[in-house]
């Protein structure tokens, strides 16, 4: 963050948010920032989301803090995008945010992810099966947005929090065991903590940015790869066979996880390997992506296109 920001903080409510807020109140004047809050409702909490709204927004008039509120039909929408509650919230809450810094020439986003939030999300992504760059967790900055407190502990949040006196709001339903993540964070990660004190978090977030930088430099080997080797960028909807079967396994998986990336597509480790498999077959082989997509293998090149379309005069056939 430099001197002549707006931040638009995201404030929920919530210890964290609350607590990121009166931080950046703090070195506001020093860094010489502008902040804006911005909350969202997302309906789903009855009586409880209205009342963390109003905390909020009477908080930040009493502090004199242009504050950005917005209520969304999130269970109507999830069912709309055919998507979970938890997906819908996050792509509605960011979509939004946007829009926010575009009307208002903000330069940043800010929210209050803490190392235990950073460790969650680890853990939930290892028990899903991602590959190792999925372990690179929550990113302390990415694009515009920026998390302040990713470093901290829950337990020095709340400490904080007591000693500034400032007013919070639990939303009751993080502390049941249901969903993945509760149940990550509730019970798996204190029984680990209560085993190995004070080792779990650490390791962790040194995990997490050693992955964040092998991401990074994986990021600049393919795109000079790509410019150096023709056929290997999705050219026309297209990627040369020959310069992909003798890359190796790795560099393949990556080479297409960028091409489904292009086309909107999930990048699952069963896919990719599906992809891989083509390769090893032989020409005229079909598989099937998604009802949007299919990938044929014909005249030397493995050809991405609509899955509802016949591609060619060979015969097709799913690889599989």
């Known amino acids: 963050m430099v001197g ?50 109003r905390l909020v927004v009477r908080h930040c008039s009493a502090m004199g803090i242009k504050c950005h509120h917005e209520r969304f039909d999130t269970v109507g929408i999830s069912a709309l995008w055919k998507r979970s509650l938890e997906e819908s919230a996050r792509k509605l809450r960011y979509d939004w945010f946007s829009k926010l810094l575009m009307m208002h020439a903000m330069t940043k986003i800010a929210t209050g992810h803490h190392v235990g939030d950073n460790a969650e999300t680890m853990l939930f992504n290892l028990f899903r099966g991602t590959s190792l760059l999925g372990l690179k967790g929550i990113r302390a900055m990415h694009g515009q947005i920026i998390r302040p407190l990713l470093l901290f502990r829950k337990t020095d949040i709340l400490g904080y929090l007591h000693e500034k006196q400032i007013p919070f709001r639990n939303d009751a339903s993080n502390f049941e065991t249901d969903y993945d993540r509760n149940f990550i964070r509730n019970r798996v990660i204190p029984l680990i903590e209560e085993r190995f004190r004070h080792k779990l978090l650490p390791s962790l977030q ?110 097709s056939a799913k690889a599989d």
């Open 206 to 315: 040194r995990l997490s940015e050693q992955a964040g930088e092998l991401e990074e430099f994986l990021e600049g080997y393919f795109e000079r790869l790509m410019v150096e080797c023709p056929g290997l960028s999705l050219r026309d909807g297209s990627l040369n066979a020959d310069r992909l079967r003798k890359l190796t396994v790795f560099e393949q998986k990556e080479i297409f996880k960028r091409a489904l990336q292009e086309y909107g597509e999930a990048t699952d480790a069963a896919m990719l390997q599906r992809l891989v498999q083509l390769l090893r077959t032989q020409p005229g082989r079909r598989i099937v992506v998604s009802g949007n997509l299919a990938v044929e293998w014909r005249n030397g090149y493995l050809h991405f296109r609509k899955a509802e379309t016949r591609m060619g005069g060979d015969r």
């Open 4 to 53: 002549g920001d707006h931040v638009l903080v995201a404030v929920s409510g919530g210890p964290d948010s609350m607590a990121l807020l009166h931080l950046f109140l703090a070195v506001a004047p020093v860094v010489a920032c502008r902040v804006s809050v911005a909350h969202c409702n997302f309906a789903l909490r009855g009586e409880e989301s209205d009342a963390d709204e």
